[in-house]
């Protein structure tokens, strides 16, 4: 199984704040990789896939990048309500593993 | 609008089965692909597998071959997933997703509302 790792697992961040996820993954997985975000009690949300291309509705404060087999999520510009855990997700092999979460908290 | 309905909580003994349903509204239900994720509590999130409806293909992660039956009835826009001889470790919450791209079963765009499954002896 492919292995994704997550960095922080854990961020304290303040409104207004360039905040930065890394997701790592064990082997290639090409551009199969998405990015969610969930609250407490609630479904995930998609907020990018393939990388870079962000889903409908989502704020552009929000980006993706790859760099071989390191990926980064980027919130520029930390909103109240980005107050939450983010995961990745590949699609390059099954099972379609999850990163262990990254939970952004308020400073 | 796309909405994922899934059925109410459940509460099971070891050893027993579940099923929990999905029912699509808003959408075109068999042209899409539909994964199930669960969620233990205060724990992170595990892909089990996906049915693409209009051809039954299904795609089971290993861990839960031969525990996990995911079915879907493209007449009623829902999708099963049974899960037998269960575990305490099986307690979490169960979505449904559906995928933005049939053919690769990829990018869950749309998602239930979460069933919880409790297990205990």
């Known amino acids: 199984d492919i292995q994704l790792t997550q960095s922080p697992s854990f961020l304290s961040a303040s409104v207004g704040d360039r905040v930065t996820i890394t997701c790592r993954a064990s082997?290639?997985?090409?551009?199969?990789l998405a990015w969610y975000q969930q609250k407490p009690g609630k479904a995930p949300k998609l907020l990018i896939y393939?990388?870079?291309t962000l889903q409908s509705g989502v704020p552009s404060r929000f980006s993706g990048s790859e760099s071989g087999t390191e990926f980064t999520l980027t919130i520029s510009g930390l909103q109240p309500e980005d107050f939450a855990t983010y995961y990745c997700?590949?699609?390059?092999?099954?099972?379609?593993?999850f990163g262990p979460g990254t939970k952004v908290d308020i400073k | 609008q796309v909405q994922l309905v899934q059925s109410g909580s459940e509460v099971k003994r070891t050893g027993s089965s579940v099923r929990v349903s999905c029912t699509a509204s808003?959408?075109?239900?068999?042209?899409?692909?539909f994964s199930w994720v669960r969620q233990a509590p205060g724990q992170g999130l595990e892909w089990m597998g996906a049915?693409?409806?209009?051809?039954?293909?299904?795609n089971y992660a290993q861990k839960f071959q031969g525990r996990v039956t995911i079915s879907a009835d493209v007449s009623t826009s829902t999708s099963y997933m049974a899960l037998s001889s269960l575990r305490s470790e099986d307690t979490a919450v169960y979505y449904c997703?559906?995928?933005?791209?049939?053919?690769?079963?990829?990018?869950?765009?749309?998602w239930g509302q979460g069933t919880l499954v409790t297990v205990s002896s």
């Open positions: 997703a559906r995928s933005i791209e049939m053919a690769t079963m990829a990018n869950f765009d749309y």
């Open positions: 808003g959408g075109t239900f068999s042209t899409y692909a």
């Open positions: 049915i693409i409806p209009i051809t039954a293909t299904t």
């Open positions: 082997q290639g997985i090409r551009s199969y």
């Open positions: 393939a990388v870079s």
């Open positions: 997700q590949q699609f390059h092999n099954s099972p379609f593993t």
